[in-house]
């Protein structure tokens, strides 16, 4: 047991180590920086600017106070003894802090408002592009890691728009002025104090390479963690089946261990500036009181000055200690960013052309002309394919697994274009033509179908969303679910969990046949459609396809005789290549590849 336990972890850690992604070294970029701020500029004539408003009269007050209290009330009101004055003074401060309050409140509550709707307008041009990207970059990626861009990334820059912008604002002009007024209330020892300065910024940055590059690595393994999060939860039957729950969970735990892991390594890093200013600040309180003591002995300054001096000293190491804050926001931003930015300036490698042909009412020509495909230029899907599908007919690919059927459908549908070679409809090039009109007159039906949450009637009208309540249950009536759909507890009502696992395997396909048919595509593609259906059901459909069928091109890729045999024409394929064409009783006749096709398929049913 102990052995077998010690092997499930060590394959765990070879699989983890296997795909963990590598961080890579680039320069701080302050023109991407630039571009993720560009998403502030809706908002710069009204939430911006009120809010840097509310910054600069905040921080004016914080500047004028000190003054107030040391100069004015200390060396002028308290030491002459002037009770009017120093009654003046007090309300005029107090005056002061509630405008400050108000000025605050109001910076806090317009840049909240900023920071989330940046937040928002990012997240949706994200998704919005994403949907917009060629099948190839689903094809390359996880769920999970595409999950990760979207959601953890996007919410990474939360605090930075909220806070860290306006922040740096408020601190910069902060410093500034509170230098000004040191220097203007006594030069010599504000220079004595500065003369720690360099010893802070020299640290300080010596950290700023390992901090950028510990959030990176945070940003790695949270999108490793989530994609094996995704892939564990879709494939839970799987695990189980094969009673992999402790490999699973030894390779979640190495997963989550490194996770947590970086989390710590950046946290320790950025948790180390701040006691880094801290401990300037008091090596710079020393000098203050030791110097500043010095030079009030010396008659050089007052008591007044002197106070005054340590508030402002206590305002100097504030927005330090916050700019090295906002920096760190920075570092995380520009790792996030680097992650969205990927994903943005991924270009669909199905493009419309520039000046798109819009297909009107197609009639379903399709026409393949020396069609060559490779999905990712090793191996070959498609061969110097040609044939032709005229409108009306029924189609149906026959072949073994890997023999281009579905790549056939695919191109069709153009979510992949051919490597050379054409693929038309009516005898217009696919690539001329507009993807939106295009895949507005083709429904395809999958094998592995998927039902989306919400109610039954809200699934069958995703393929329409204009639909009637009544069209959606002639839709399913013509393809026979009505009669489940009614024994349902709410009906057309009845809300179906995540990808309609109330449901059984036949039910879901009845329920994608439906939603293609609501559709009224002029061509139609069934790939594998009707594997998942018991016989009962199949005879159902078969029925309401001979009249569903009529005035639209119809591409059937199955293995089932009675799928087939009705179809106007079958092309054989194998191996990317049309090795026959023909229908039913031609192919039969030839008793070729088709003949020992299904024969092997009666043989089969009859041993059965």
Partial sequence: MKNREQKVNSNALKRFQYSTEQVIEKPFNWKQML??????KPYRKNLLPLSIIMVIINTAIRLIIPILIGVYTLDRAVVNKDTGLLTTLVLIIAGLYIVSYGANFFRIKWMNQLGQSVIYDLRKHLFTHVQNLSHRFFDQRSAGSILVRIMNDINSLQELFTNGV?????????LVGVCIILFSLSPELTLAIMVILPIMFFISTSLRRNIRRSWQTVRLKQSKLNSHLNESIQGIRVTQSFTQERENMAFFDGVNTETFESW????????????LVELTNALGTAVLIWYGAHLIQGGNISIGVFVSFA????????PISRLGMVYNQLLMGMASSERIFEFLDEKPIVAESSNPTELADIKGHIQF??????????RTALKGISLEMKEGQTVALVGHTGSGKTTIANLISRFYDPTSGTVKIDGIDLKDVSLKSLRHQISV?????FIFSGTIIENIRFGNP????????????AVGANAFIEKLPKGYETEVEERGNILSVGERQLLSFARALLANPRILILDEATASIDTESEMKIQEALKTLLQGRTAIIIAHRLSTIREADKIFVLDHGEILEQGNHTQLMELKGEYYHLIKAQFNMLNAG
């Fill in 35 to 40: 571009r993720l701020f560009s998403y502030m």
């Fill in 166 to 174: 306006i922040n740096l604002l408020m601190d910069v002009i902060l």
């Fill in 264 to 275: 710590r390594d950046a946290s320790k890093k950025n948790a180390m500036f701040r006691p």
């Fill in 311 to 318: 508030f402002y000293l206590g305002m100097f190491w504030e």
């Fill in 369 to 378: 002309e020396d069609v060559v495909f490779s999905y990712d230029e090793k």
């Fill in 445 to 449: 039906v999958l094998q592995d179908t």
């Fill in 466 to 477: 204009a639909a009637t309540d009544e069209e959606v249950k002639k839709a399913a009536e």
